[in-house]
């Protein structure tokens, strides 16, 4: 009896140092929790604060730009947006040489240097063997804008195997091969920037364009987890656009019930607010405001109810007079 209590005596003596160790984790791990949620406050007044004041954009003079499906359309808007406001070199990516020829004298004419390289984003091949020339030519690419996107405009039932494969070829696998290309430079260098030109269809699908929504969706999510992996990663972030329906001639003929309650985004609209979303760090801009309240209403509303509007609003049958380029 007298060896069981000496015994139970220095097991109570052995357990205190751990108690006051685990107790020591305790309030730490209790700080950590407390900094994490100052911060977060911290965060959100900054937000807020940023609505009201002006914010400081980042500058651009020592930046060099790659636009994929740099060309035409949003492509060679974003290209003029970034020569006005003082991108060091731009450089355009696209299959069509010609359109890429005159964007590139254009932005020439504006007095920033700019080159332009024939590429398919959606070969994997191509892409890291063309990344490498632009490296060689060019120098280090410290903002990279993933814009080339094809749409082929027709149901799952009418729509071609080699048509829909190259949609996600080039929508979504190209985004993985483009920014595999580049971000490793960006991190060694602490400085870098991806940009995703996306759409509103990638959070709230239509019928007739089955190709551009999946892939369009399949790059929101991409986009959302490269922007947490890259927290930690100092000099280096992420901005992913969503713009409404933008008057270009690649959903030429596309048509809503409301236009002048809907109307199509100009698309020196949509590269005027990208450029300056990244100049501002920001993560996700949907465009116009009004697409925050699509978001809700989708959250909160049946989907008979969410049918009933795609109806009224026309966008259950927007895209039976496309005749946009595919």
Not at 47 to 74: F, H, W
Request: glycine letters at 8%; hydrophobic letters at 40%; one cysteine or more.
């Amino acid at each position: 009896m007298l060896t069981r209590e000496r015994e139970g005596a220095g097991s109570s003596g052995n357990s205190q140092p751990l108690l006051e160790e685990r107790g020591r984790e305790g309030a730490e791990e209790s700080g950590r929790a407390r900094g994490r949620a100052m911060h977060m406050i911290y965060l959100v007044v900054k937000a807020a604060v940023g609505l009201v004041l002006p914010a400081k954009l980042r500058d651009l003079s020592r930046e060099n730009v790659l636009i994929t499906g740099g060309g035409r359309g949003i492509g060679r808007q974003l290209a003029r947006e970034f020569a006005e406001r003082g991108a060091r070199k731009i450089v355009l990516w696209g299959r069509t040489e010609k359109c890429l020829k005159e964007t590139t004298e254009e932005i020439r004419q504006m007095g920033t240097e700019c080159h332009y390289f024939i590429c398919d984003v959606g070969n994997r091949e191509e892409v890291y063997q063309t990344a490498k020339a632009v490296r060689e030519k060019v120098g280090d690419i410290t903002i990279l804008v993933n814009n080339a996107a094809v749409v082929h405009g027709k149901s799952l039932m009418d729509s071609d195997d080699d048509a829909l494969l190259k949609s996600q070829h080039i929508n979504t696998l190209g985004q993985f091969w483009t920014t595999k290309a580049f971000l490793p430079r960006m991190l060694e260098l602490q400085n870098g920037h991806i940009v995703c030109l996306n759409s509103v269809l990638a959070l709230s699908a239509i019928p007739g364009a089955i190709d551009y929504c999946t892939s369009k969706a399949s790059a929101f999510a991409f986009m959302e987890s490269l922007t947490l992996g890259l927290l930690d990663c100092p000099g280096v972030s992420a901005t992913t656009v969503l713009p409404f329906h933008t008057s270009t001639e690649m959903f030429q003929g596309m048509r809503v019930r409301f236009p002048n309650l809907f109307p199509p985004l100009k698309p020196e609209t949509v590269a005027r607010r990208t450029v300056e979303a990244v100049q501002l760090n920001q993560a996700l801009l949907l465009l116009p405001w009004t697409m925050h309240a699509l978001i809700i209403l989708k959250s909160i509303l049946p989907q008979a109810a969410l049918e009933e509007i795609h109806k009224f609003s026309g966008t259950y049958t927007c895209m039976n007079t496309f005749k946009g380029r595919t």
